[in-house]
């Protein structure tokens, strides 16, 4: 498709060219947003997504040093910097910036072809393991330090799109998930005296 999109712009493009890489990047986001736009309508993963929210409320509340209660988790955003979601997107500019810098110092994968095509999903998805590496890296490094004026730019489409994968519990439904978070906690606790 983003082949395609080349007649938009004039001439053909291939994975050589830089632009090929950023429409092929919006592509994807479009498709992975209008998914979770589109599933977040049904009643039951809306409810999933209030979960979600709930999860994330009593982790900060955690990471805040506040005793676990609902109150304390109420307080609390719905987005963290270390979700899914974050990682998702992460991974998504990553590999956007890693195949517009690779593919064009080997313009013999780019040409035409079945071959090449082969080729080129191959080393796509050899390069996602260095690219889900350094994705992680970034999530990891936002989450230490999210004020970092940096670190707020890389993560902000994550915590964007947490808008639509998270949404504001109710008092039950902390109460799962402080619950769920104590049980943690207390198997952890566990698991270092065992040790």
């Not at 050589?16 to 736009?37: N, S």
């Not at 209660?69 to 890693?98: D, K, M, Q």
Request: proline fraction near 6%.
């Amino acid at each position: 498709m983003s082949g395609l999109a080349g007649y938009l712009v004039g001439r053909p493009l291939t994975p050589a060219d830089f632009l090929f890489h950023v429409i092929d990047g919006i592509i994807k986001t479009l498709f992975i947003l209008g998914y979770i736009w589109g599933i977040s309508r049904f009643r039951e993963i809306r409810r999933v997504f209030e979960y979600h929210g709930a999860e994330h409320k009593s982790i900060c509340a955690y990471e805040a040093g506040e005793p676990l209660t609902v109150e304390n988790a109420r307080r609390h955003c719905t987005c963290h910097p270390r979700c899914g979601t974050s990682f998702i997107l992460v991974v998504l500019l990553v590999s956007l910036l890693v195949f517009t810098i690779f593919f064009p110092l080997v313009p013999a994968l780019t040409h035409r072809g079945l071959l090449n095509n082969f080729i080129q999903v191959l080393i796509k998805v050899a390069l996602m393991f260095p690219i889900a590496a350094i994705s992680y890296e970034i999530i990891r490094w936002g989450g230490r330090d999210p004020h970092h004026p940096l670190a707020r730019i890389l993560l902000w489409p994550g915590l964007a799109t947490q808008r639509l994968t998270t949404q504001e519990p109710d008092d039950s439904q902390l109460e799962v998930a402080l619950a769920a978070l104590k049980a943690v906690l207390a198997r952890e606790e566990e698991a270092k005296a065992a040790s």
